[in-house]
């Protein structure tokens, strides 16, 4: 079972348009963490947000985390044609044996020149 | 430093033939992950090693997957038979998975994945 999901499944902007990507969750987490996967290949660790935290930025990528309502957004700023991708949020929920990340669907970002 | 390496990168096999993929972790990485994903949707975890050690396999078909992680490193992940419903791409991943107490702090490193079509 995927516990994220992430909205909207598809986005389609044109270059230097900002892009936002949400992910809800049901369970509590330890901490959410964004992955990039483009076609064909592995997925690419963005950034992580631990639960104790709201908001947090890496270069262009802005995250933010509200446990209240169990969601988070990426924001991707000056979109680029190389951002073309597909977006995963991950939660990593306390199990038994230790953590467990759980992936959601994807969000399928795609940047026009 | 060298990423996760997987092989083969594409397998094509008649179903209820075995199939075979390996994973070899970044170098010092405990924990090592096989995901199964299907095409349009994430990775699914099918089982966790921390070091050799099994402790997350509760997703995994045991009556047709089997893998194993020798000396704390490589892993095999198998498929014998396989079935039609198991084409997908395998991803292998590691991480320094390092808790502090209730507190998990760690990134995972993908390979490229295996696309696997069964015919």
């Known amino acids: 079972s995927q516990q994220g999901e992430e909205d909207p499944q598809a986005l389609s902007i044109q270059e230097g348009e900002n892009a936002t990507m949400n992910c809800s969750y049901k369970?509590?987490?330890?901490?959410l963490q964004w992955y990039r996967q483009n076609s064909g290949r592995g997925l690419v660790h963005l950034i992580l947000i631990r639960s104790n935290e709201r908001e947090k930025h890496s270069g262009r990528l802005r995250v933010t985390l509200d446990t209240s309502k169990k969601s988070s957004s990426l924001l991707i700023t000056a979109s680029r044609a190389a951002d073309t991708a597909s977006y995963f949020c991950?939660?990593?929920?306390?199990?038994?044996?230790?953590?467990?990340?759980?992936f959601g669907a994807g969000t399928r970002l795609f940047v026009k020149a | 430093e060298a990423g996760v390496v997987q092989s083969p990168r594409y397998k094509i096999i008649e179903k209820k033939q075995p199939v075979a993929f390996w994973c070899n972790p970044i170098?010092?990485?405990?924990?090592l992950y096989w995901y199964r994903q299907n095409l349009g949707q994430g990775p699914e975890l099918l089982i966790r090693y921390e070091n050799e050690e099994a402790v997350d396999d509760s997703q995994l078909p045991k009556d047709r997957f089997s893998a194993e992680r020798l000396k704390g490193v490589d892993s095999t992940l198998k498929i014998q038979p396989a079935e039609l419903g198991d084409s997908a791409v395998y991803l292998c991943?590691?991480?320094?998975?390092?808790?502090?107490?209730?507190?998990?702090?760690?990134?995972?490193?993908f390979g490229p994945g295996t696309r696997l079509t069964v015919t």
């Open positions: 369970t509590s987490i330890n901490n």
């Open positions: 991943a590691s991480s320094l998975d390092f808790s502090l107490g209730q507190v998990s702090s760690y990134e995972q490193y």
């Open positions: 991950a939660t990593v929920v306390l199990h038994t044996g230790g953590f467990k990340t759980i």
């Open positions: 170098s010092g990485h405990n924990t």
